[in-house]
C-alpha cells in the first residue's frame, strides 16, 4: 500500500470522543458521514494544532479597546494588548522575542481574517495591521505576507489594503460564494464526502495554503453560527481554507460537527497553522456568522492567543452561550424542535429563539479527539490579562 492510500484509509474514519451524551452531539455514532481526506503532505514533527502550547490561552481585556458608541476601536489600547497577549503566551520579556518563536525571516505568511460579519465584526484592521508589523520586525517583509480569506467580494467590502504596507498581498480563492470558480482551490488536496447526494463531493483546500505559505496565522471573531453553535478559530480555518463547505448543512441538519475538525487535520493546513489570534473585541451572539446590522452586536473587548484552537473555541461557546442567555435567548445546545423553522433565515434573523439548522457546538469536542486540542475545561489553563 503506498503512502497516498494509506492517508486516505486512516482519515476515512476518524476517531470521535463521546458520541452519546454530550451536549450537541449526534444520538448515535452512526449519524457521522463518511469521510475521506486526501493529501501527500506529512504532518511537522509538531503540529501547529495544537502546537507548543496545548490547553493554555492567554485573555488579554481591555475596557479602553472598543468605543461601543462608534464600535471603533484603540489602536494605541491593541498594540499594547497584541504584545501582553504574545509575551504572555510563549514567556518572553519582549514581542519581538514572542513573534520569532514563530516565524523566520524565510517564512510565507498567511493571515487568515474572517470577513463574514463586515460592516459590524470582522477581523480588526487594528490586529491585522499590528501582525504584519511584528512579522516585519521579525525579519518577515510585506512581500512574502498574504492577508487571504475565500471569497474576493468579502475581502473587498472590509477593504484592508489601506491599513497595511505595500508589498502585502490580499488575495481569495474565488469571487464570490457561488461555486464557479475552482482555480484557487488544490485538485490534489481534499476532503471527499456524500452528505445529501449532493453533485459535486469534494471540498479542496486552497492552492496558496498548501503550496505556498509556509505559515498560517488565524485571526477569527468571536461569533454565533447557525450551524455549530459558535464559529472561532476551528471554523475560520476550516471553512475558510477548503471549497464547497456550505453543503455540509441543509434542509435544518448539518454535518459540521465532523466535518469542522476533520477539515482543520488535512495536512498541510494542520501544521502550517501556528497561531491562534482571537479577535473578541467586537462580537455576535445571535444571527452569525453575518453582523449586517447591530442588533446582535456585543463586546467582549478582548483578545485570546494560544496554539490550540479547540481550547480556544471551548471558551468561545460559553462566551456565546453566556450572552444568548443575558437576552433571554435559547442556548446554542438546544436542539429543540420546537425553535426550529428550517431555513427561515427572516425569522432567524427577527427572533434569537429560532434556529433554521440543529447546531453542532459538539465540532469543538470531535475536533479535541482528532488531535487538535484540548476540549476539557478542567484541562484549560487560561491566563487573564488586563490593559
Given at each position: 500500500m503506498d503512502r497516498r492510500s494509506f492517508v486516505r484509509l486512516m482519515a476515512a474514519v476518524p476517531f470521535a470522543p463521546s458520541l452519546k451524551g454530550a451536549p450537541g452531539d449526534p444520538a448515535t455514532a452512526g449519524a457521522l458521514p463518511k469521510l475521506d481526506v486526501v493529501t501527500k503532505y506529512a504532518p511537522a514533527r509538531v503540529p501547529g494544532m495544537p502546537g507548543p502550547y496545548?490547553?493554555?490561552?492567554?485573555?488579554?481585556?481591555?475596557?479602553?479597546?472598543?468605543?461601543?458608541?462608534?464600535?471603533?476601536?484603540?489602536?494605541?489600547?491593541?498594540?499594547?494588548?497584541?504584545?501582553?497577549?504574545?509575551?504572555?503566551?510563549?514567556?518572553?520579556?519582549?514581542?519581538?522575542?514572542?513573534?520569532?518563536?514563530?516565524?523566520?525571516?524565510?517564512?510565507?505568511?498567511?493571515?487568515?481574517?474572517?470577513?463574514?460579519?463586515h460592516p459590524w465584526c470582522v477581523s480588526a484592521y487594528e490586529i491585522v495591521a499590528e501582525i504584519v508589523r511584528q512579522l516585519g520586525a521579525a525579519g518577515v517583509p510585506p512581500t512574502q505576507v498574504y492577508v487571504y480569506e475565500r471569497f474576493q467580494n468579502q475581502l473587498d467590502e472590509v477593504n484592508y489594503a489601506p491599513h497595511l504596507p505595500e508589498g502585502v498581498t490580499i488575495v481569495a480563492?474565488?469571487?464570490?460564494?457561488?461555486?464557479?470558480?475552482?482555480?484557487?482551490?488544490?485538485?490534489?488536496?481534499?476532503?471527499?464526502?456524500?452528505?445529501?447526494?449532493?453533485?459535486?463531493?469534494?471540498?479542496?483546500?486552497?492552492?496558496?495554503?498548501?503550496?505556498?505559505?509556509?505559515?498560517?496565522?488565524?485571526?477569527?471573531?468571536?461569533?454565533d453560527h447557525g450551524a455549530t453553535g459558535a464559529t472561532g478559530c476551528l471554523k475560520n480555518i476550516a471553512y475558510g481554507s477548503f471549497s464547497n463547505v456550505a453543503r455540509t448543512h441543509y434542509r435544518g441538519k448539518s454535518h459540521t460537527y465532523s466535518f469542522v475538525g476533520t477539515l482543520a487535520s488535512v495536512e498541510p493546513l494542520r501544521s502550517r497553522t501556528v497561531l491562534q489570534i482571537m479577535d473578541g473585541l467586537r462580537g455576535v451572539w445571535h444571527g452569525g456568522p453575518f453582523a449586517r446590522t447591530r442588533k446582535y452586536v456585543f463586546?467582549?473587548?478582548?483578545?485570546?492567543?494560544?496554539?490550540?484552537?479547540?481550547?480556544?473555541?471551548?471558551?468561545?461557546?460559553?462566551?456565546?452561550?453566556?450572552?444568548?442567555?443575558?437576552?433571554?435567548?435559547?442556548?446554542?445546545?438546544?436542539?429543540?424542535?420546537?425553535?426550529?423553522?428550517?431555513?427561515d433565515g427572516r425569522a432567524r434573523d427577527a427572533d434569537p429563539n429560532v434556529n433554521i439548522i440543529i447546531r453542532e457546538p459538539g465540532h469543538v469536542e470531535f475536533a479535541a479527539g482528532l488531535g487538535l486540542g484540548v476540549a476539557d475545561k478542567a484541562r484549560i489553563k487560561v491566563q487573564d490579562i488586563v490593559v
Open positions: 496545548p490547553g493554555r490561552v492567554i485573555a488579554v481585556k481591555s475596557e479602553k479597546s472598543v468605543d461601543v458608541e462608534t464600535s471603533a476601536a484603540n489602536d494605541e489600547v491593541v498594540r499594547e494588548m497584541m504584545a501582553r497577549g504574545m509575551c504572555a503566551l510563549t514567556g518572553k520579556k519582549t514581542a519581538l522575542e514572542a513573534w520569532k518563536q514563530f516565524v523566520v525571516p524565510a517564512d510565507i505568511v498567511g493571515i487568515k481574517v474572517n470577513c463574514g460579519g480563492a474565488e469571487t464570490a460564494n457561488r461555486r464557479a470558480d475552482n482555480r484557487g482551490y488544490d485538485p490534489a488536496t481534499y476532503v471527499e464526502a456524500d452528505l445529501f447526494g449532493e453533485e459535486d463531493t469534494r471540498s479542496n483546500m486552497m492552492k496558496l495554503v498548501s503550496q505556498k505559505l509556509t505559515k498560517v496565522i488565524n485571526v477569527p471573531n468571536m461569533k463586546y467582549p473587548k478582548q483578545i485570546l492567543f494560544g496554539t490550540d484552537p479547540v481550547a480556544i473555541d471551548r471558551l468561545l461557546l460559553d462566551i456565546i452561550d453566556d450572552e444568548r442567555k443575558r437576552h433571554g435567548a435559547i442556548s446554542i445546545y438546544d436542539r429543540s424542535p420546537q425553535y426550529l423553522k428550517v431555513d
